[in-house]
């Protein structure tokens, strides 16, 4: 079982920028795809972002497309989420996922592991 533990949430006005980090243990991380989802209350978690577990496939939700960049370091055994130009509707709290040999699926039910979530909040 991967365990997840995001970080890089906070308070930004619209416009800026945020990295989110996602740090992973007790796996061999490079077997794994990644994903990022974000919710709101009330509202249906939906897909950011992914990468795939060898690199070669990143995927991304309409609306972050060419906005947020997903990457991965291997040796850190990390995944980030690069946010830029957020808006108010970036708002939420953000979870990554991991996929045992995910090929960077939007799909939620394709990821068995998440983590606890960092809080993005952008004002305007």
């Known amino acids: 079982q991967v365990q997840l533990v995001e970080s890089g949430g906070g308070l930004v006005q619209a416009g800026g920028s945020l990295r989110l980090s996602c740090a992973a243990s007790?796996?061999?991380?490079?077997?794994?795809?990644m994903g990022w989802f974000r919710q709101t209350p009330g509202k249906e978690r939906e897909f950011v972002a992914a990468?795939?577990?060898?690199?070669?496939?990143?995927n991304y939700a309409g609306s972050v497309k060419d906005r947020f960049t997903i990457s991965r370091d291997n040796a850190k055994n990390t995944v980030y989420l690069q946010m830029n130009s957020l808006r108010p509707e970036d708002t939420a709290a953000y979870y990554c996922a991991a996929a045992y040999k995910g090929d960077g699926s939007s799909w939620s039910s394709s990821y068995a592991d998440w983590g606890q979530g960092t809080q993005v909040t952008v004002s305007s």
């Open positions: 990468i795939s577990w060898s690199s070669s496939t990143t």
């Open positions: 007790g796996v061999t991380f490079s077997r794994y795809g």
